[in-house]
């Protein structure tokens, strides 16, 4: 089987109706972020279809992405580990793709040895679960305080198994805002802490600190990915897991530069921005090597999060799977969204990646093909 032909697919829902490029990227209330797809065709008449991510500007996205349909034409896409393993000497020859360029290929061609089988990726991966415990995260709230105490009551209503914080910044109304959802969900509901890098170290360990009183289950890049000294400095001094990796780049060797050197208690890792599927997998088996757990980012569109469920399915030292909140702000472009049954997600059983598209909405939101 070889790959015959690729398209790139910019996409833009809602385009020109947004307040403006940073505003739509909070995903206020149904503004969604643009994305790009990749869809794969194969001399035996089979598809492979992935999501990835837009950037804000997704022409922009796809172009930076087109590099790699040269080095995918022709090949068979159930060697993925010769793609994997050829990639590294190409990238660094000809493209510099960016972080997440080559993981929607890797899904797309995932999705067809799926197909070929007959049988769902999860089970392919070797699943070790049918349902996975889920977990939703809040974007970052302009309603203030208020608004993320209702998200989190709303979650534990809704029988989600925890809810993570993504804050403010700010360090002093950050503290006041994780002691007072903590003192709305009470004391048996899991919390999460993710700055996404926006501490210093001194702030940084301040909110840990305050954090391990409130008994919250983890404390998830409070400094940039790349500031290793600070990382390594928190891991030593807080007893909340430190967790981080997420845009370290190169998805395993990256990561096993965090293990090595003690940065982080758990590492982090998608099938968007880290390698697509075999870049997950090989992030979580190393991660498990070394006893840690390997924590999977939700990638915003529902589209590339049910190709992460399959991972979370097939990955034991995953604890959850998580889902940005709220869930309508990124379904787009599904006919079938997440299946959810009491807080645990169930991966899709149709062979390959089983996502059920909506080409009609795709359709009208595409801008350009590159």
């Not at 840690?292 to 034991?316: G, K, S, Y």
Request: with cysteine.
């Amino acid at each position: 089987m070889r790959i015959t032909s690729i398209d790139l697919r910019a996409c833009a829902p809602e385009a020109g109706t947004a307040a403006g490029a940073v505003e739509e990227s909070r995903l206020p209330g149904g503004r969604r972020p643009p994305f790009v797809v990749v869809r794969m065709e194969t001399d035996e008449g089979l598809t492979g279809t992935s999501f990835a991510f837009g950037t804000l500007d997704p022409k922009a996205a796809a172009a930076a992405m087109s590099p790699l349909r040269e080095f995918f034409l022709g090949r068979d896409p159930i060697e993925r580990g010769r793609a994997w393993a050829e990639f590294r000497h190409f990238n660094r020859s000809w493209t510099h793709a960016p972080i997440y360029a080559y993981g929607p290929f890797d899904n797309a061609c995932w999705d067809i040895t799926g197909l070929a089988a007959g049988l769902p990726v999860h089970r392919l991966l070797g699943g070790v679960r049918d349902r996975v415990p889920t977990y939703v995260s809040s974007m970052f709230l302009t309603g203030g305080i208020p608004a993320y105490i209702e998200q989190a009551l709303d979650a534990r209503r809704r029988g989600f198994k925890a809810y993570k914080i993504h804050p403010t910044g700010d360090i002093g109304v950050d503290l006041e805002l994780y002691a007072a959802v903590r003192d709305a969900v009470g004391g048996g509901f899991p919390l999460m802490a993710d700055p996404v890098g926006a501490y210093t170290y001194e702030e940084a360990l301040v909110a840990g600190r305050a954090l391990e009183r409130l008994g919250y289950r983890w404390l998830e890049e409070p400094v940039p990915d790349d500031d290793w000294h600070s990382q390594r400095k928190l891991r030593e001094k807080l007893d909340i897991p430190v967790i981080g990796t997420e845009t370290t780049p190169f998805a395993h060797r990256g990561t096993s530069s965090a293990i090595a050197f003690d940065l982080v208690d758990a590492v982090r890792t998608d099938v968007s921005w880290r390698g697509g599927i075999t870049g997950v997998m090989r992030t979580a088996a190393l991660a498990d090597a070394f006893g840690m757990r390997c924590e999977l980012h939700t990638c915003v569109a529902h589209a590339l999060d049910l190709v992460n469920l399959h991972c979370a399915a097939a990955v034991a030292n995953c604890t959850y799977f998580e889902l940005l909140y709220p869930l309508e702000d990124n379904d787009f472009g599904l006919k079938t969204g997440i299946r959810i049954e009491d807080g645990f997600a169930i991966p899709p059983d149709a062979p390959g990646l089983g996502i059920d598209y909506d080409w009609d909405a795709i359709d009208d939101c595409t801008v350009a093909m590159v």
